[in-house]
């Protein structure tokens, strides 16, 4: 099975950026998602295709991606940003979600 | 507005069945493909299971298949997840979500439900 590995959990002082890594193999030839979900909700589209943001997301969330790893920047990361984060991919007819990284802001 | 609700969950003993159902609304249901997607107390995100828009394709996570069933009603614009055999592992948040894009699969959810809660338990 297709694996995608994230760091279990990221520190961030407000106002600073926050960088998520996700890493599997052959990830260039792959298209990853990003989501957010906060306790109690469900998980919301930040990124898409890599780099695109949905409508609504703002733009201090941004995707970028080099060899077989994606990573998601939180720039002027705010208190409302504290979450778990999920990347995603498609491997082998399987959607593919990350291990999962908890962002807190300090 | 685009909307997804689940409903259907509950508590369940294992070996016990459940069919959860996900009522859309706000888009041409029947253009799109739909998940399953579940969060266990504790864990991460897994997806559990797809079917596309019009072709009928259909496919599962090697920890769900052969026990639960995905389908859809595009005249009810409902999506179904038949759930037979379960087990204390498969309790947690059930969510059903949209793929982003018109007739295709594999890219990302942009729509999700709230939720509908499986519990397995004796």
């Known amino acids: 099975s297709y694996d995608l590995t994230q760091p279990p959990s990221v520190s961030v002082s407000p106002g600073q950026t926050a960088t998520i890594t996700c890493s599997g193999e052959k990830l260039g030839d792959k298209y990853i998602s990003w989501y957010q979900q906060k306790p109690g909700q469900s998980p919301v589209l930040v990124i898409y295709?890599?780099?695109k943001r949905p409508s609504g997301i703002p733009e201090r969330f941004s995707g970028s991606k080099s060899g077989n790893a994606a990573a998601l920047t939180i720039s002027g990361t705010q208190a409302m940003d504290e979450a778990d984060y999920y990347c995603?991919?498609?491997?082998?007819?399987?959607?593919?979600f990350g291990t999962g990284t908890k962002v807190t802001v300090l | 507005e685009v909307q997804l609700v689940e409903s259907g969950g509950g508590l369940v003993q294992p070996g016990g069945s459940l069919r959860l159902s996900c009522a859309a609304s706000g888009f041409t249901f029947s253009s799109y493909a739909l998940s399953w997607v579940r969060r266990a107390p504790g864990k991460g995100l897994e997806w559990v299971s797809l079917?596309?828009?019009?072709?009928?394709?259909?496919y599962y996570a090697d920890s769900v298949r052969g026990r639960f069933t995905i389908s859809r009603d595009n005249s009810k614009n409902t999506l179904y997840l038949q759930m037979n055999r379960l087990r204390a592992e498969d309790t947690a948040q059930y969510y059903c979500?949209?793929?982003?894009?018109?007739?295709?699969?594999?890219?990302?959810?942009?729509?999700w439900g709230p939720g509908t809660t499986v519990t397995v338990s004796s």
């Open positions: 079917i596309s828009s019009r072709d009928g394709m259909i």
């Open positions: 979500a949209k793929e982003i894009h018109y007739d295709s699969i594999g890219h990302a959810f942009n729509v």
């Open positions: 295709q890599d780099i």
């Open positions: 995603q991919a498609w491997d082998s007819n399987t959607h593919v």
